[in-house]
């Protein structure tokens, strides 16, 4: 068993691969293929296929068959109709009301569920740059942490090399080791958040999760969002295809309660029939005249007397759900307006925090200048620039991770803002 697994997992591993994308390839590759992006289409169709079936008693219906039996005495009914050796039975709505309703609420679902596709869709491509922004970010700094990585390992061997010498105590090798463990520890942590996040996105993509997505590399302009929160919110609550789904669900509840209601309205349906009889079914002996071919075409009229109680129980649960619906799109406009105030929150913390980082990158840079210079002139030693480098590499670490937060921010305005897939455009 174990031999089994062990070779499914290396075929697996064969036939993974890893593919170079760049955000916008990444977006549109799962709203292509994403499964839930998939789903939701479908859902959609089967609403919008809801419309056709609502609207059949409408249409003409024919039904060809046969009712022949053996008679014995009278000639008794097969299935209500007389029996016959050939049958055919027609039947179309003519005047229908709750079935008119039904057509209504089955368009009106059919929108909501556009609705719900797009909504769908919205949060796949926010999902998906924000996979992408998370494995960028974990590329990166795990670039930065081999680099400094690779900084502890010389300070290490300078300090155990000094230490043999003479010129430094024991103590000092072993607080350069722990500092070179510790460096591989978050290195490893870091490598293992961007396997996992490169995995993670080619399944989100549509691949295999044995595959693997990494990031190309681009620059990335930030993108561009409302100039004022105000401006944000008003475009979101008009553009919400969540709240235009509730809204739709609204519509199609108050659609029911009308059917429900409706009834208690008459029902006036065109009914045609059309039966060969056989006169081996004793008609001749029971029926002054008998004629084979026999047709008939008319209207069934249905006059509801009393409806009991099912139909106020119906509207009552309808009524209920709209109450819910209510409750619900009054919850869902102040989480948008929350979402976006700690959205801009984030983003002006971001942007200062970005703004400190580049400052202390910068002034990072200027101090292994320095010691560069001093190395070169024998005022420094090898330790110095590479504990220098190793500063460096930190505040690289700090920058990135405030530019990252800053953009994942302006991401999720325009997610809820509806501009999202078009910026990306």
Avoid: C
Avoid at 75 to 80: C, N, R, Y
Avoid at 355 to 380: F, H, K, P, Y
């Amino acid at each position: 068993m174990r031999r089994f697994a062990l070779l499914l997992g290396i075929a697996l591993s064969a036939r993974a691969e890893t593919y170079t994308l760049t955000l916008k390839q990444a977006v549109d590759r799962a709203l292509a293929q994403n499964p839930e992006v998939v789903m939701a289409r479908m859902d959609e169709l089967k609403a919008t296929l809801g419309i056709r079936y609502a609207s059949s008693p409408f249409v003409p219906r024919v039904d060809m068959g046969s009712g022949a039996a053996y008679t014995n005495g009278f000639p008794l009914s097969i299935d209500g109709s007389a029996p016959a050796v050939v049958q055919a039975r027609g039947s179309e709505y003519l005047y229908n009301k709750p079935q008119r309703y039904a057509i209504e609420q089955a368009k009106e679902s059919a929108r909501g569920a556009g609705f719900a596709s797009g909504e769908k869709s919205d949060e796949v491509a926010f999902r998906v740059a924000s996979l992408y922004i998370d494995l960028d970010r974990a590329a990166r700094l795990a670039d930065s942490a081999k680099k400094q990585t690779e900084s502890l390992e010389k300070v290490l061997q300078t300090v155990v090399a000094r230490v043999e010498e003479g010129r430094e105590l024991a103590v000092a090798g072993q607080e350069a080791n722990v500092n070179l463990l510790r460096a591989r520890q978050r290195l490893m942590a870091l490598e293992s958040d961007r396997d996992y996040a490169g995995h993670n996105l080619a399944a989100t993509l549509g691949y295999t999760a044995g595959d693997v997505v990494q990031p190309a590399g681009e620059d990335r302009p930030a993108p561009k969002i409302p100039e004022t929160e105000a401006d944000a919110v008003q475009t979101a609550l008009s553009a919400s295809k969540e709240l235009k789904r509730l809204d739709s669900n609204y519509t199609a509840k108050d659609l029911e309660i009308k059917g429900d209601k409706a009834q208690r309205l008459p029902r006036v349906d065109l009914v045609a029939q059309y039966a060969l009889l056989s006169k081996f079914n004793n008609y001749a002996q029971y029926y002054n005249k008998f004629k084979r071919d026999n047709e008939e075409i008319g209207a069934s009229i249905q006059v509801p007397i009393f409806t009991g109680t099912g139909v106020h129980a119906l509207v009552g649960q309808a009524e209920s759900d709209q109450q819910h619906l209510r409750a619900e799109m009054q919850a869902t406009r102040n989480r948008i307006l929350l979402d976006i105030h700690q959205s801009y929150l984030d983003i002006r913390k971001a942007d200062v925090a970005r703004e400190l980082a580049q400052a202390d990158l910068d002034l990072a840079r200027s101090q292994l200048s320095i010691v560069l210079a001093q190395l070169n002139e024998g005022r420094a030693s090898l330790r110095q620039v590479e504990e220098a480098r190793f500063n460096e590499g930190e505040k690289w670490i700090a920058f990135y991770d405030a530019q990252f937060a800053s953009e994942r921010a302006r991401w999720n305005v325009l997610r809820q803002t509806g501009d999202l897939r078009a910026a990306l455009q």
